[in-house]
């Protein structure tokens, strides 16, 4: 079993930054392949960005540049780093974890947990 708790969400000017924690419990993160992913209203689910065990890691085209996705073993702990933030990021943002070895999935249906989620909120 495996806990996950977002937190870092908050309402930020276009251009602004914020950075998003999703606190893990139940295993390592260095341990499992961990993803985030964002859901705007009257949209689907979609990837952001993840890491896997290796420390590899994959974005989305929408976020590359702006966006890093790290993590802090010590902490248990990954982040979200978001800089250059657009209107567009607007969405609640979900971490979630897969305990399968390999790559990065970009579906959700390749996690098995999922945290409640943070919103961000992005003005023009």
């Known amino acids: 079993q495996v806990q996950l708790v977002e937190s870092g969400g908050g309402l930020v000017q276009a251009g602004g930054s914020l950075r998003l924690s999703c606190a893990a419990s139940?295993?390592?993160?260095?341990?499992?392949?961990l993803g985030w992913f964002r859901q705007a209203p009257g949209k689907e689910r979609e990837f952001v960005a993840g890491?896997?065990?290796?420390?590899?890691?994959t974005y989305a085209d929408s976020v590359k540049g702006r966006f890093t996705i790290s993590r802090d073993n010590a902490n248990n702990t990954v982040y979200l780093q978001m800089n250059s933030l657009k209107p567009e990021d607007t969405a609640v943002y979900y971490c979630?974890?897969?305990?399968?070895?390999?790559?990065?999935?970009?579906?959700?249906?390749?996690?098995?947990?999922w945290g409640q989620g943070t919103q961000v909120t992005v003005s023009s």
């Open positions: 890491i896997n065990w290796t420390g590899s890691t």
């Open positions: 979630a974890a897969a305990l399968t070895p390999g790559n990065v999935v970009r579906t959700t249906d390749g996690y098995h947990y």
């Open positions: 139940g295993r390592t993160v260095s341990s499992v392949r």
